[in-house]
């Protein structure tokens, strides 16, 4: 309790709580795992129920409220009702920036599901390798595992030696729809740290080339080291900062564009950003993703595809970007994707993966093709 109200103390919008939380167990090596579990419980309680908390009583009375708050809504969800949901979970803004539906709240106060990626067709193996896994009976989804052990999964032999990732199951879907082939070349944008690149090169089979870029150079020596453990080879790293000027004049066949945003799609693992991000976020991010995405689309193929994916669900970062690049972009044609969390609607341009339909994060993603 005591290293929670710590932690929720100094948490702003400057340093986000689970940074903190990350620091402070790194930081504290006496702390046993069951006082480290307790405390991230406490503190991603708090915030996921802070519309709940009344400021003036004490900290350690809050932080019990919460923790009660979500006993009683893991067994009892119906106690709470749609209105009250959809008005306390998130910041009163969010309703117009995005659809407030009472699934998607329902969805996300609930304690978030922890996703693998295994290798392609490894995923059955994966799963009895490490035992307490559940895998969905979707051959769309045949490699993500979902892990409800409580191992440290970093400390197993199959982690060590790459034959799983730690990846959200909506940043999975992100790879999939892109469907790259082995041997074509790719280009991921805004690679960060890797966790799609990753997933490129494995349904590649590591042949052919992804140029992964970045502006962040930290990220890129993150992503040296998942792709030496994960052994991939068929890329190239390169510092990127979002402007006309292009690391390459290679067209490819097919360029992700995993866009920086506000983040509202990660509202359920990270629940202190629901009241640090402000709608300016929003703007300034559609901003910078449509000039991303205006950057980089020259650099595809004719015939070649472009993917624009964030994870947020706020219209004017996604739908609105969408639109306005399409209006821009003439020689990109739409591109229908199927969408593998609900593989019988109809295959769209435009997808949204909700926490609801995916047990993930909410992700947004859009397709073209430029024309040949
Ligand atoms: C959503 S994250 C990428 C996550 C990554 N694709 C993955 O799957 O692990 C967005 C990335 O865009 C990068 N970024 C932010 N602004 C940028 C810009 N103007 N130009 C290029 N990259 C940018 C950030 O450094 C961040 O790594």
Redesign the pocket.
């Known amino acids: 309790m005591t290293l929670a109200a710590e932690i929720i103390g100094a948490a702003n919008r400057e340093f986000a709580a689970d940074d903190l939380l990350r620091a402070k167990m790194k930081a504290a090596k006496k702390l046993s795992p069951e006082d480290a579990r307790s405390a991230s419980r406490a503190v991603f309680a708090y915030y996921r129920w802070h519309g709940w908390l009344k400021m003036q009583q004490p900290m350690s009375d809050r932080i019990t409220h919460a923790l009660e708050l979500t006993e009683n809504f893991a067994k009892r969800p119906l106690t709470f009702s749609n209105e009250e949901l959809t008005t306390l979970a998130v910041p009163a803004w969010t309703n117009g920036t995005m659809e407030v539906l009472p699934a998607w709240i329902r969805a996300i106060q609930g304690e978030p599901r922890l996703w693998l990626r295994a290798k392609q067709g490894q995923g059955m193996a994966l799963a009895e390798a490490l035992g307490d896994t559940w895998i969905a009976d979707n051959p769309l989804l045949a490699e993500a595992v979902e892990y409800l052990g409580a191992e440290d999964l970093f400390r197993t032999r199959e982690f060590q030696s790459g034959q799983f990732e730690i990846q959200d199951v909506a ?1 999975q879907a992100v790879g999939l729809v892109a469907a790259p082939k082995p041997g074509e070349t790719w280009w ?1 944008a ?7 690149t990753l997933h490129l090169s494995d349904l590649m089979q590591n042949k052919g080339l992804i140029w992964a870029s ?3 150079e930290w ?1 890129l020596k993150k992503l040296k080291l998942r792709t030496a453990r994960a052994k991939c080879f068929n890329y190239r790293s390169v510092v ?3 402007g006309a000027k292009l690391p390459t004049r290679t067209k490819f066949d097919g360029v992700l564009v ?4 506000s983040g509202m799609g990660t509202w359920q693992r990270n629940p202190h950003a629901r009241w640090t991000v402000v709608p300016n976020d929003v703007r300034e991010l559609a901003v ?1 993703q449509h000039q ?1 995405l205006a950057h980089a689309a020259p650099s595809v193929k004719p015939g070649g595809k472009l993917i624009y994916s964030a ?1 947020t669900l706020a219209h004017a970062e996604t739908m609105d970007v969408a639109a306005s690049f399409e209006q821009q972009f003439l020689d990109f044609t739409p591109l229908p994707l199927d969408n593998p969390f609900l593989p019988d609607t109809k295959p769209s341009a435009r997808q949204m993966f909700w926490p609801q339909d995916c047990g993930g994060s909410g992700m947004f993603v859009a397709a073209w093709q430029r024309k040949a």
Request: with cysteine; proline share 4%.
């Open positions: 940043s991921d805004c690679a960060g740290s890797g966790g799609k970045d502006r962040a990220r990127w900062d979002g995993d866009a920086p945003c910078i991303l994870c």
